[in-house]
Protein backbone atom coordinates (compact mmCIF):
# COMPACT_ATOMS: atom_id res chain seq x y z
CA UNK A 1 0.00 0.00 0.00
CA UNK A 2 1.01 3.43 -1.26
CA UNK A 3 0.54 6.00 1.18
CA UNK A 4 -0.66 9.08 0.29
CA UNK A 5 0.81 12.42 1.10
CA UNK A 6 -1.14 15.00 -1.05
CA UNK A 7 1.91 18.37 -0.38
CA UNK A 8 4.84 18.90 1.44
CA UNK A 9 4.70 18.93 5.60
CA UNK A 10 7.62 20.54 7.98
CA UNK A 11 9.27 18.52 9.96
CA UNK A 12 6.80 20.08 12.98
CA UNK A 13 3.76 18.62 11.04
CA UNK A 14 5.29 15.26 10.13
CA UNK A 15 6.18 14.54 13.95
CA UNK A 16 2.74 15.60 15.33
CA UNK A 17 0.83 13.32 13.38
CA UNK A 18 2.75 10.56 14.19
CA UNK A 19 1.67 8.79 17.07
CA UNK A 20 2.61 5.46 16.85
CA UNK A 21 6.46 5.44 18.26
CA UNK A 22 8.17 7.45 20.63
CA UNK A 23 9.63 11.09 19.26
CA UNK A 24 13.12 9.91 20.01
CA UNK A 25 12.52 6.65 17.36
CA UNK A 26 10.49 9.14 15.25
CA UNK A 27 13.35 11.48 14.80
CA UNK A 28 16.27 8.78 14.39
CA UNK A 29 13.88 7.69 11.26
CA UNK A 30 13.28 11.29 10.12
CA UNK A 31 16.95 11.35 10.29
CA UNK A 32 17.61 8.11 8.23
CA UNK A 33 15.40 9.08 5.48
CA UNK A 34 16.49 12.68 5.03
CA UNK A 35 19.90 12.74 5.68
CA UNK A 36 19.17 15.51 8.15
CA UNK A 37 21.31 15.42 11.46
CA UNK A 38 19.19 14.73 14.55
CA UNK A 39 20.43 18.18 15.69
CA UNK A 40 19.02 19.82 12.57
CA UNK A 41 15.94 18.28 12.49
CA UNK A 42 15.35 19.98 16.61
CA UNK A 43 16.56 22.77 15.45
CA UNK A 44 14.73 24.08 12.09
CA UNK A 45 10.72 22.07 12.69
CA UNK A 46 10.13 24.77 10.29
CA UNK A 47 12.28 22.61 7.60
CA UNK A 48 9.81 21.38 4.45
CA UNK A 49 10.43 17.85 3.63
CA UNK A 50 10.01 15.67 0.43
CA UNK A 51 6.75 14.34 -0.37
CA UNK A 52 8.91 10.69 -0.93
CA UNK A 53 10.99 11.52 1.77
CA UNK A 54 7.59 11.74 4.27
CA UNK A 55 5.85 8.50 2.50
CA UNK A 56 8.81 6.75 3.27
CA UNK A 57 9.23 7.92 6.81
CA UNK A 58 5.64 7.26 7.55
CA UNK A 59 5.99 3.72 6.38
CA UNK A 60 8.77 2.89 8.62
CA UNK A 61 6.81 4.46 11.85
CA UNK A 62 3.90 1.85 11.15
CA UNK A 63 6.47 -1.18 10.46
CA UNK A 64 8.43 0.38 14.32
CA UNK A 65 4.72 0.60 15.68
CA UNK A 66 4.40 -3.06 14.87
CA UNK A 67 7.24 -4.05 16.49
CA UNK A 68 10.04 -4.33 13.64
CA UNK A 69 13.59 -3.79 15.31
CA UNK A 70 14.76 0.18 14.76
CA UNK A 71 17.84 -1.48 13.63
CA UNK A 72 16.79 -3.46 11.27
CA UNK A 73 14.85 -0.32 9.41
CA UNK A 74 17.96 1.73 9.80
CA UNK A 75 20.05 -0.90 8.87
CA UNK A 76 22.90 0.19 11.33
CA UNK A 77 23.71 -0.77 14.65
CA UNK A 78 26.55 0.78 16.50
CA UNK A 79 29.00 -1.57 18.51
CA UNK A 80 32.59 -0.60 20.26
CA UNK A 81 32.47 2.54 18.85
CA UNK A 82 31.30 1.46 15.25
CA UNK A 83 28.64 1.36 12.82
CA UNK A 84 27.47 -1.78 11.62
CA UNK A 85 25.19 -2.79 8.66
CA UNK A 86 22.59 -5.24 10.03
CA UNK A 87 19.17 -6.73 8.32
CA UNK A 88 17.12 -9.89 9.52
CA UNK A 89 19.85 -11.70 8.12
CA UNK A 90 21.85 -11.22 12.00
CA UNK A 91 21.31 -10.70 14.96
CA UNK A 92 21.56 -7.47 16.12
CA UNK A 93 24.76 -6.68 18.33
CA UNK A 94 24.12 -6.11 22.06
CA UNK A 95 26.27 -4.07 24.37
CA UNK A 96 26.86 -7.23 26.40
CA UNK A 97 28.87 -8.79 24.08
CA UNK A 98 31.39 -5.60 24.09
CA UNK A 99 32.29 -7.26 27.01
CA UNK A 100 34.10 -10.21 25.19
CA UNK A 101 35.73 -7.52 23.18
CA UNK A 102 37.07 -6.16 25.64
CA UNK A 103 38.25 -9.30 27.79
CA UNK A 104 40.19 -10.43 24.39
CA UNK A 105 42.04 -6.94 24.00
CA UNK A 106 43.70 -6.97 27.58
CA UNK A 107 44.35 -11.24 27.35
CA UNK A 108 48.03 -11.67 26.97
CA UNK A 109 48.79 -10.98 23.45
CA UNK A 110 52.25 -13.07 22.67
CA UNK A 111 54.49 -11.39 20.11
CA UNK A 112 54.11 -11.86 16.83
CA UNK A 113 50.88 -12.53 14.73
CA UNK A 114 47.99 -14.26 16.81
CA UNK A 115 45.46 -16.34 15.76
CA UNK A 116 42.07 -15.49 16.32
CA UNK A 117 38.64 -17.96 16.32
CA UNK A 118 35.41 -15.93 15.85
CA UNK A 119 32.63 -18.42 15.83
CA UNK A 120 29.17 -17.65 15.06
CA UNK A 121 30.08 -14.33 13.97
CA UNK A 122 27.22 -12.94 12.63
CA UNK A 123 27.34 -9.49 11.74
CA UNK A 124 31.15 -9.30 11.97
CA UNK A 125 31.19 -7.17 15.28
CA UNK A 126 33.68 -9.03 17.32
CA UNK A 127 35.50 -9.86 14.93
CA UNK A 128 35.63 -6.66 13.01
CA UNK A 129 36.01 -4.30 16.65
CA UNK A 130 39.07 -6.84 17.24
CA UNK A 131 40.87 -6.25 13.61
CA UNK A 132 40.64 -2.56 14.73
CA UNK A 133 41.86 -2.81 18.05
CA UNK A 134 44.59 -5.22 17.41
CA UNK A 135 47.36 -4.57 15.16
CA UNK A 136 49.28 -8.33 14.73
CA UNK A 137 46.13 -10.34 14.62
CA UNK A 138 44.47 -12.61 11.98
CA UNK A 139 40.82 -13.71 12.40
CA UNK A 140 38.66 -16.70 11.18
CA UNK A 141 35.03 -15.40 11.12
CA UNK A 142 33.11 -18.73 11.07
CA UNK A 143 29.02 -18.90 10.48
CA UNK A 144 26.69 -21.17 9.55
CA UNK A 145 24.70 -18.98 7.39
CA UNK A 146 25.27 -17.71 3.59
CA UNK A 147 23.78 -14.62 4.41
CA UNK A 148 25.22 -13.55 7.32
CA UNK A 149 28.42 -14.23 6.51
CA UNK A 150 27.37 -11.97 3.59
CA UNK A 151 26.73 -9.11 5.86
CA UNK A 152 30.05 -9.49 7.76
CA UNK A 153 31.83 -9.48 4.83
CA UNK A 154 30.25 -5.60 4.03
CA UNK A 155 30.61 -4.68 7.52
CA UNK A 156 34.53 -6.03 7.08
CA UNK A 157 34.80 -3.58 3.97
CA UNK A 158 33.36 -1.03 5.30
CA UNK A 159 35.96 -0.56 8.38
CA UNK A 160 38.79 -1.60 6.19
CA UNK A 161 39.73 -4.89 7.67
CA UNK A 162 39.17 -7.35 4.98
CA UNK A 163 43.00 -8.06 4.56
CA UNK A 164 42.84 -9.46 8.21
CA UNK A 165 39.57 -11.47 8.89
CA UNK A 166 38.60 -14.57 6.48
CA UNK A 167 34.98 -15.78 6.36
CA UNK A 168 34.47 -19.17 6.06
CA UNK A 169 31.07 -21.16 6.17
CA UNK A 170 31.02 -24.20 8.95
CA UNK A 171 29.12 -25.54 11.46
CA UNK A 172 30.67 -24.51 14.71
CA UNK A 173 34.79 -25.59 14.48
CA UNK A 174 33.81 -28.36 11.66
CA UNK A 175 35.77 -26.50 8.63
CA UNK A 176 38.48 -25.43 10.92
CA UNK A 177 38.98 -28.38 13.06
CA UNK A 178 42.64 -28.82 12.00
CA UNK A 179 43.49 -24.87 12.22
CA UNK A 180 46.13 -23.72 15.01
CA UNK A 181 44.31 -20.81 16.98
CA UNK A 182 45.42 -18.56 19.93
CA UNK A 183 41.91 -17.71 21.39
CA UNK A 184 38.54 -18.65 20.35
CA UNK A 185 35.78 -16.20 20.96
CA UNK A 186 32.46 -16.91 20.38
CA UNK A 187 28.75 -15.94 20.83
CA UNK A 188 26.44 -18.32 20.62
CA UNK A 189 22.67 -18.89 20.35
CA UNK A 190 22.13 -19.82 24.01
CA UNK A 191 18.48 -19.28 24.38
CA UNK A 192 16.22 -22.35 25.33
CA UNK A 193 13.43 -23.79 22.57
CA UNK A 194 9.67 -22.41 24.16
CA UNK A 195 11.53 -19.82 26.44
CA UNK A 196 8.76 -17.29 26.95
CA UNK A 197 11.02 -14.91 28.22
CA UNK A 198 12.29 -13.50 25.08
CA UNK A 199 10.64 -10.46 23.82
CA UNK A 200 7.91 -10.67 21.34
CA UNK A 201 10.07 -8.27 18.82
CA UNK A 202 13.04 -10.61 19.09
CA UNK A 203 11.36 -13.76 19.19
CA UNK A 204 9.18 -12.57 15.83
CA UNK A 205 12.12 -10.53 13.95
CA UNK A 206 15.79 -11.67 14.58
CA UNK A 207 16.66 -14.69 13.04
CA UNK A 208 16.21 -17.79 15.16
CA UNK A 209 19.21 -19.24 14.39
CA UNK A 210 20.90 -17.28 15.88
CA UNK A 211 18.97 -16.89 19.37
CA UNK A 212 17.66 -20.28 19.92
CA UNK A 213 19.58 -23.90 20.80
CA UNK A 214 17.72 -26.77 21.82
CA UNK A 215 15.91 -28.16 25.09
CA UNK A 216 18.45 -26.22 27.76
CA UNK A 217 19.78 -23.69 25.38
CA UNK A 218 23.42 -24.95 25.83
CA UNK A 219 23.48 -27.94 22.81
CA UNK A 220 25.50 -25.78 20.81
CA UNK A 221 27.81 -25.32 23.52
CA UNK A 222 28.28 -28.95 24.57
CA UNK A 223 28.85 -29.42 20.25
CA UNK A 224 31.74 -26.97 20.32
CA UNK A 225 33.36 -28.21 23.62
CA UNK A 226 33.38 -31.64 21.77
CA UNK A 227 35.06 -30.14 18.30
CA UNK A 228 37.75 -28.52 20.53
CA UNK A 229 38.37 -31.68 22.95
CA UNK A 230 39.33 -33.18 18.96
CA UNK A 231 41.35 -30.77 17.87
CA UNK A 232 44.87 -31.22 17.00
CA UNK A 233 46.19 -28.02 18.49
CA UNK A 234 43.87 -26.88 20.99
CA UNK A 235 43.95 -22.76 21.18
CA UNK A 236 45.22 -21.36 24.46
CA UNK A 237 42.25 -19.29 25.47
CA UNK A 238 38.18 -19.54 24.73
CA UNK A 239 35.86 -16.85 25.38
CA UNK A 240 32.36 -16.93 25.71
CA UNK A 241 28.85 -15.40 26.39
CA UNK A 242 26.00 -17.06 27.83
CA UNK A 243 22.90 -16.17 28.89
CA UNK A 244 20.95 -15.41 32.16
CA UNK A 245 21.15 -18.57 34.54
CA UNK A 246 23.23 -20.89 32.70
CA UNK A 247 26.67 -20.48 34.46
CA UNK A 248 26.21 -23.70 36.75
CA UNK A 249 25.47 -25.87 34.15
CA UNK A 250 27.63 -24.28 31.93
CA UNK A 251 30.39 -24.89 34.83
CA UNK A 252 29.44 -28.25 35.20
CA UNK A 253 29.69 -29.15 31.15
CA UNK A 254 32.82 -27.05 30.92
CA UNK A 255 34.24 -29.29 34.18
CA UNK A 256 33.18 -32.33 31.77
CA UNK A 257 35.30 -31.90 28.83
CA UNK A 258 38.15 -29.96 30.41
CA UNK A 259 39.54 -31.02 33.39
CA UNK A 260 42.06 -28.87 34.03
CA UNK A 261 41.49 -25.75 32.30
CA UNK A 262 41.30 -22.96 34.81
CA UNK A 263 37.52 -20.88 34.65
CA UNK A 264 37.16 -17.01 34.73
CA UNK A 265 33.78 -15.59 35.24
CA UNK A 266 32.86 -12.18 33.79
CA UNK A 267 29.97 -9.93 35.15
CA UNK A 268 28.54 -7.33 33.14
CA UNK A 269 27.22 -3.85 33.96
CA UNK A 270 24.25 -4.69 36.06
CA UNK A 271 26.51 -7.05 37.81
CA UNK A 272 25.03 -10.55 36.29
CA UNK A 273 27.66 -13.49 35.14
CA UNK A 274 27.67 -13.20 30.91
CA UNK A 275 31.12 -14.51 29.88
CA UNK A 276 33.06 -16.91 30.93
CA UNK A 277 37.15 -17.05 29.63
CA UNK A 278 38.61 -21.01 29.42
CA UNK A 279 42.46 -20.74 29.82
CA UNK A 280 43.76 -23.98 28.55
CA UNK A 281 47.23 -23.34 28.90
CA UNK A 282 48.09 -24.24 32.58
Not at 120 to 127: H, Q, R, V
Amino acid sequence: MILKVKRQKSISEILKENRNISRLEARLLLSFVTGLSREKIVAHPEFKIKKSETRRFLSLCKKRALGVPLAYLTHNRWFYGLNFHVDERVLIPRPETELLVDEVIRSPIKSGMTKICDVGTGSGCIAIALAKNLQNVQIVALDNSFGALSVAKKNAKTHNVSNKIKFIKSDLLARVSDEKFDMIVANLPYIADGDDSVEEDVRKYEPKSALFSGKTGLELFEKMFAQIVSMPHPPKFLFAEFGFGQRRPLEKLIKKHFVNAKIKWLRDLSGKFRAFVLNFAV
